[in-house]
Structures are given as structure tokens and as C-alpha cells.
């Protein structure tokens, strides 16, 4: 019928169109320049749209916008409306704005146009999410509705316990709950926390069943503190451990256990069944009973007991006990060493010893260990007394007067103050010097002379340093020994001869017993050595006819050497003179400093290496006379000239000094010792290999048949040496020495050059140059050998 109704209206309005007469229509500029005129007169206000073609009146634009967010359901972006539109953003804004302002179900967020419609849809689907899975995350939803986290919060807020039906988490309030899931929870939590029976990580039951981590915190706190689970959360958060009381009663019901039947409960133990700090449970589990808490374990009264008893027994028959064989097997050497102090300060065990952390050792004992070697400090010190005086300490005569008076019981007291006071002024330093310079002009082939190849002396100094560091290496490695004491015995040799007398005992005890009676027995043995040193009566010396034979082997060299130096020019024979001064002579002090030491009973290692430095401090401790004529004799060594030294030296040779009966050297005496270190300089050329020296040999061996006098240079005077025997050779052969003097002379100053300038650019060329020079001078070595060892046969043929 209503359709019928609609049929006769249209009819009745195409009649009145028929009806009416022709409308008169107004082009498309009249339009606008009317449109332009109202404008202008401010009677209409519009808005153009972006391409300029149409417009809008405010109220339109208004409606639009409206329509618009009808049509995308209450939620439109500001910039799509601009596009579907077509005016400016700037109006779009203005008009939301204004709409906004008026219209209090609407609100503009992030850009965005939304009407309270959109939000309770939002919330309603919220709700069936919420439903649907229990608990629902906001951070995870915003990004399903694309609104922001806080905003989306404070719509569910608004609309909790209206639209969605839940609870918030007080802890995490971005999350979201169903009294149902926090019920399910709880019985889950309840559940499982009640079917543990050992400590159980919170962490790996979560993960394992899911629970909600702010949920599971809280609902366990509230379940334990109500008695719906029996049991305890030690530790927090992620390290957070559940322990069921089930677990703990049977934990302290084993500890008590073990305690009772062994004695002692280790910490480990404890580790194994969950408990941390097991020194502190024990603490405070054992608090009323007599226990001693050690690094590794706790040990009770009976155990304690146990071993008191072996120590009293092994103290009261003088023996000694290894208590660690006694404890239980988990103990360590530093649980026996702790146990062993604690009883030791019991009343009646204050003479009791501990080595090896759990040895007790008796008084008794230690003496019986030292009783041994009382025989064998007698032995030794015969020995020593007879065979080597110079291991005792630096006895003076002074020194024996005041053991002399102390062993006959007058001013004792005294006299060790005076040795007291004599160690202090020494200064506790050792004694023995390093090596110095040795003898070379002896009759087995002194032409070389010591210092006659300068050239080697760095090697060996590098050689002797590297000795003395390993040596002071070792000596930090052995017992610490004063300086004045007399070795005895080692800390190994002790450690032998304790095997020896007691092999039952363990091979630790005696490497410490060994370091403890170290001192004991060498001080012991300083008064048996002096005992024996002064029973004796006489110190062992040096055979003065020995000492006579070899200083007058090296006067009698000394003297035809000094024959040789007369016959060159005077600045020659003062570098000769010094040189013959540094080494035979030298010697020959030496030798004398050595006898006249062992005549005052003064230690000195070894008179043939004494420095200069020694020989002062030997020299200083004479008796002032001989003091006068020694240093006399020693300050002749730094002149120039030998006269000086002989002189001296005759006065050294008399009575009351070393009483040497030296012979004149007669002609036959002194054609033998000429003949003697001739051949044996001939016998070291044929040996020599070495450029250098062989050069060295061949110049003393020469100057010896042309003059028959014998020279004792330094290898700086060969080049005189060859230039002496110029006018006694023939021209080709002083031609071919002093070639290969030439070349010795570059090839040690080339060896100088390049340890100076390691590294140049000309390295290549010096190397080419240096194996050149070492070749000319391999081949040259058989005709400087045949020189001087070919004079006869040659002066035969010419």
C-alpha cells in the first residue's frame, strides 16, 4: 500500500513540472563571480577544497567528517579524512578540534578521530579475549588495536567490572586476569608445590608449567603463610629455591645421624644435600655441643678425644704419631694441622713439635735424632782440621787467644763479647773474592802471557757472570747459613743420615726434620770444630817447600823475561814492565800472601785467584811489621819498572817473612829454562789454530832465536815485537809477517765494528769483506808457522 502511496506522488510532481513554466539557469561564471561577491561582502563563509573546483561550507565540512567516521566505525585517521575530503589538513584539524570540543563522546588520540561506540567495542572484545584465554597482556593487545599501552590501560580501567570482567595485576598492571584463571592458578601452584620433596628451583617450575611469574611470587607467599603449602623459599627471585619441610626434617635427621655414629660431619656432605653455608647450619645446629669447626668439617668430642689420647701416649714414651692415618678419610692435612694445635694447647703438651701439618714429634725424639751425629761432627772436624783449614772461620790470633782463655774458664764472658763484637765489624759479609788474574809465565809456555789475547776476555766475562747468577740462584734454594759458620752437613745430607738411623718414618718428616736441626747442628759444630782446632795445636799448612819450588820457577821466568824487555826502546818496556808485573809477578805475591796467611792462621779459598781486593784485606789482618813490607811488596805491582818489585821482594824472601832460599840463575840454569820455553812455545804454535795467537807465538818464538832471551808481551805488542825483528829477518819474511799482522789487525777491528754497528746498511759488504780476511788468514797460518818453526833448516840452506 505504501508503495502504491509513493507511485501517486511522483505522478502528482511530473504533472506540476509539466505544468510550470522554463526556469532561466545561471552559467558557470555567473556562479562564481556571485559566489566571489558574497564572500567579499561576508555574507558566506566557505572552504575550498584542495583542487580548487568545489566548495564547502563549515557546517558541510562538519557533517562530512562526521559521516566519515560513521562509516569507518568510530575510528578514523585525520590525514585519511583529508584525502577523502579534499580540503587542507589545516581545516581538518580546526574542525575536529571544534568538534571535539563540543561533542564529549569524541576524542582525538595519536592523530585520530574515536568516538566512545569504538571504545566499548574495543572493550568488548577485550573482554572476549580475556574470557576466551584467562589472562591477557595490554602491551600485546595495543598492538592489535594500534593504540598506545596507557591509553589502552585507562580504557580498561574505566570499563572494569562493566564491559570486561577481570582484574588487573597489582604487581604488573599490564596485566590482565579472570577470577577464574587466578583460582586455576592458585590450585596449580598448590598442586605441584605440595608434590615436591626435595629443594626445586622456582624458576624450573615455572617454566616447566607455565605459571605466571608476578602471580606465582604472590599466590606462594600467601599459601606458605597460610599452611596450604609445608614448606620454605630461600633465596629471591630467580635464585629462589622451595624447599618442602619434608625435605628438611629428613636432611637434619641424617646429619644427626651420621654425627652420632662417626663424629664428624664434612661441609661437602652438606653442599650434596642442598644446603649452602654448611659451616653456619652446623654452627647453629651444634651450638650447645663441644665441636670444633675446621676448613673442611666439624668434629666431635669422642674424635677429639681419640686423638688427644695418641698424642699424650707418643709424648709420654718420646716417639712421635702421624694423626692424619687416625682421622677418617675425608680429612685434609689442614683439618689434621688445625685439630692437632687446638689439642696441643692443652695443659702437659707444651714440648710437643709438629712438622708435616699432623706429625707430633716428642722432645725426646729430637734429641735422639741428634744424638747420631755427634761422632760425625768429631770426624769432621778432624778431617777438616788436618785437610782444610781454610773451611774454618777467620780465625786471627787474637781469636785463638780468646777461645784459649774462654776454654780455661777465665774472662769468658768477655771474650764472647769481643767476638760479638768483631762479628759486627765485619758486617756479616762473606768472605772470598772472585776470580782474578792467573799465573802465565810459567815454564810450560808463558811467551802468550796472561792477557796475551785481550780479544776473547768479554766471552768469558759473560761466561763468568752467567756461573755467579746460577750460583746465587742455588744458594737462595739451600738453608740460610751465617757467614762466619763452618759447613757442617746440608738439610740433604741431615735427611740421609736420618733415613739411615730411622727408617719407619715418613720421607716428609724427615726433609722437615732436616731444615729444623739444620741450625742446631751447625751451630753445634762451630764448637766442636773449634774444640778440635785448638786440640790439634797446629793448623795444617801449605808445604813451604812446595810453596818455594813454584815461586822460584816464576822468579826465575820473571827475571830472564825482564832480560828480554832491557833490549827495547824505553816506551816498550814500560808496557812490558806493567804486563810482566800484572801476571808472573802478581804470582809470585800471590804465592807469598798465601803462605804468610796460612802462617797467621787467616782463611783465604785459593791464594792463585786473589784480586787485588783480597789481597788488601788479607794483607790488613798481618801483624803490623809483616803489614809494612807486604803492602811494600804489593804496591810494586802498579810502578812501571821491575826493579822496584825484586828489591822488595828479596826483603820478603828473608827471615821472619816467607824465608824463601832462591838460587841465582847461573849460565846453565838459565840456557835450560831458555831451552824449556822455547820448545814449549814451538809445541803450542804447532797446536794454534787461532790467527791471532798463532801470530802472537810465532813473534815470541822469533824474538827468542834471534835473541835468546825470552819476552812475556800482551798481544797490543806484537806489532812492536815484529818491528824489533825487522832487521833480523829477511825481507820476504817480515814481508809475509807483517801482511798478516795487517790482516789480524783489520779482523779485530772489523769484530769491534760490527758488534758497534750491528745492523747497518754496509752489513753485506763487511761480512764479504770479513770472510775474505778470514780466508787470506787461513792461508797465510802455514807460512807463519814454518817461519818460526823452520829456522835452522832455513839458516842451513842459505
Known amino acids: 500500500m505504501a508503495d ?61 567528517i562526521k559521516d566519515e567516521l560513521f562509516v569507518h566505525g568510530g575510528k578514523v585517521n585525520l590525514v585519511d579524512l583529508q584525502q577523502i575530503i579534499g580540503v587542507d589538513l589545516t581545516h581538518v584539524e580546526n574542525k575536529v578540534a571544534e568538534i571535539v570540543k563540543h561533542d564529549k563522546n569524541l576524542i582525538v588520540i595519536q592523530g585520530e578521530l574515536i568516538d566512545n561506540n569504538y571504545l566499548d567495542q574495543v572493550a568488548e572484545e577485550i573482554n572476549d579475549t580475556l574470557q576466551e584465554s584467562g589472562q591477557v ?49 592458585m590450585a596449580c601452584i598448590r ?29 606462594i607467599d600467601q599459601l606458605c603463610s597460610d599452611g596450604r603449602i609445608s614448606g620454605s623459599i630461600q633465596g629471591r627471585q630467580d635464585k629462589a629455591v622451595f624447599v618442602p619441610d619434608i625435605y628438611s626434617k629428613t636432611q637434619t635427621s641424617w646429619i644427626d645421624d651420621f654425627f652420632n655414629q662417626n663424629g664428624y660431619v664434612e661441609y661437602d656432605a652438606l653442599s650434596r644435600l642442598g644446603i649452602t653455608d654448611g659451616r653456619q647450619f652446623l654452627k647453629r645446629r651444634f651450638h650447645k655441643l663441644p665441636v670444633k669447626f675446621l676448613p673442611t668439617c666439624c668434629v666431635g668430642e669422642s674424635l677429639q678425644g681419640q686423638v688427644e689420647a695418641a698424642i699424650d701416649e707418643a709424648l709420654s714414651s718420646g716417639e712421635w704419631i702421624d694423626i692424619l692415618p687416625l682421622l677418617p678419610s675425608p680429612f685434609t692435612p689442614g683439618d689434621a694441622s688445625q685439630l692437632l694445635q687446638d689439642c696441643l694447647k692443652a695443659v702437659g703438651r707444651s714440648s710437643a713439635h709438629v712438622f708435616c701439618e699432623s706429625i707430633v714429634v716428642s722432645e ?87 792477557g796475551g789475547r785481550e780479544s776473547k776476555t768479554q766471552k768469558v ?20 747459613q751465617s757467614s762466619s759458620d763452618i759447613p757442617f752437613m746440608t738439610a740433604e745430607e741431615i735427611s740421609e743420615e736420618l733415613q739411615k738411623r730411622f727408617p719407619s718414618c715418613p720421607e716428609e718428616l724427615f726433609e722437615e726434620l732436616a731444615s729444623y736441626l739444620f741450625r742446631p747442628l751447625t751451630q753445634c759444630y762451630q764448637e766442636v770444630a773449634r774444640s ?11 808445604s813451604h817447600s812446595e810453596v818455594q819450588e813454584k815461586v822460584s820457577v816464576l822468579w826465575a821466568n820473571a827475571k830472564l823475561f825482564d832480560k828480554g824487555i832491557k833490549l827495547f826502546s824505553d816506551d816498550v818496556q814500560v808496557q812490558l814492565s806493567r804486563h810482566l808485573l800484572r801476571t808472573v809477578c802478581t804470582d809470585i805475591v800471590n804465592q807469598a800472601v798465601g803462605l804468610l796467611a796460612a802462617d797467621h792462621m787467616i782463611t783465604i779459598n785459593d791464594e792463585s785467584t786473589l784480586t787485588p781486593e783480597d789481597r788488601l784485606k788479607v794483607i790488613s789482618k798481618f801483624p803490623d811489621k809483616v803489614k809494612a813490607e807486604v803492602a811494600k811488596l804489593n804496591s810494586s805491582l802498579n810502578g812501571k819498572v821491575t826493579e822496584d818489585f ?137 807460512d807463519i808457522k814454518r817461519i818460526a818453526l823452520e829456522l835452522k833448516k832455513v839458516k842451513d840452506e842459505s
Not at 10 to 31: G, I, M, P, V, W
Not at 203 to 216: I, P, R, T, V
Not at 369 to 384: E, G, V
Not at 465 to 479: F, G, H, S, V, Y
Open 4 to 64: 502504491w502511496e509513493e507511485i501517486k506522488r511522483l505522478a502528482a510532481d511530473f504533472q506540476r513540472a509539466q505544468l510550470s513554466s522554463t526556469a532561466h539557469k545561471l552559467s558557470e561564471r555567473n556562479c562564481i563571480e556571485i559566489v566571489q561577491k558574497l564572500i567579499g561582502l561576508g555574507l558566506v563563509e566557505v572552504i575550498y577544497t584542495t583542487d580548487g573546483k568545489e566548495y564547502l561550507t563549515p557546517q558541510q565540512l562538519e557533517r562530512e
Open 137 to 185: 597482556v595490554i602491551s600485546e593487545l595495543s598492538k592489535t588495536f594500534t593504540l598506545s599501552t596507557d591509553f589502552l590501560l585507562e580504557i580498561v580501567e574505566n570499563r572494569l567490572g562493566t564491559i570486561i570482567h577481570g582484574q588487573l595485576d597489582q604487581l604488573e598492571r599490564g596485566v590482565l586476569f579472570t577470577d577464574a584463571f587466578v583460582a586455576r592458578q
Open 191 to 219: 598442586g605441584v608445590f605440595s608434590a615436591v620433596t626435595k629443594p626445586t628451583p622456582i624458576s624450573s617450575l615455572m617454566a616447566q608449567y607455565g605459571f605466571q611469574e608476578k602471580l606465582l611470587y604472590m599466590d
Open 364 to 450: 725426646k725424639f729430637l734429641q735422639d735424632c741428634k744424638d747420631p751425629f755427634q761422632q760425625l761432627m768429631q770426624d769432621k772436624a778432624k778431617a777438616d782440621a788436618i785437610k782444610a783449614p781454610a773451611l774454618f772461620s777467620e780465625l786471627t790470633r787474637k781469636d785463638l787467644a780468646s777461645l784459649g782463655a774462654s776454654k780455661g774458664g777465665t774472662d769468658r764472658r768477655d771474650n764472647k763479647k769481643e767476638e760479638r763484637r768483631k762479628k759486627a765489624a765485619s758486617g756479616g759479609s762473606k768472605g772470598g773474592g772472585g776470580g782474578g788474574g792467573g799465573g802465565g809465565g810459567g815454564s810450560g809456555g808463558g811467551g802468550g802471557g796472561r
Open 461 to 480: 766475562r759473560d761466561k763468568k757472570k752467567d756461573r755467579a747468577r746460577d750460583e746465587d740462584m742455588e744458594e737462595d734454594i739451600r738453608p740460610k
Open 532 to 542: 778440635v782446632f785448638l786440640s790439634t795445636g797446629d793448623k795444617k799448612r801449605k
Open 646 to 782: 825484586f828489591n822488595q821482594f828479596d826483603v820478603i824472601c828473608g827471615s821472619g817473612y816467607c824465608e824463601f832460599m832462591l838460587k841465582k840463575l847461573d849460565k846453565k840454569r838459565e840456557r835450560q829454562l831458555t831451552v824449556e820455553h822455547r820448545c814449549a812455545l814451538q809445541e803450542q804454535l804447532r797446536q794454534e789454530n787461532e790467527p791471532a795467537m798463532a801470530l802472537h807465538l810465532a813473534s815470541a818464538v822469533l824474538f827468542q832465536h834471534h835473541t835468546h832471551c825470552m819476552v812475556h808481551a800482551p798481544g797490543r805488542c806484537v806489532p812492536q815485537i815484529i818491528n824489533f825483528l825487522k832487521d833480523k829477518l829477511t825481507s820476504e819474511n817480515f814481508d809475509k809477517l807483517n801482511h798478516y799482522m795487517t790482516l789480524v789487525i783489520k779482523q779485530l777491528s772489523g769484530n769491534e765494528e760490527n758488534a758497534v754497528k750491528n745492523g747497518d746498511e754496509h752489513e753485506k759488504e763487511e761480512e764479504h769483506e770479513e770472510r775474505t780476511i778470514g780466508a787470506q788468514l787461513e792461508e797465510g797460518l802455514g
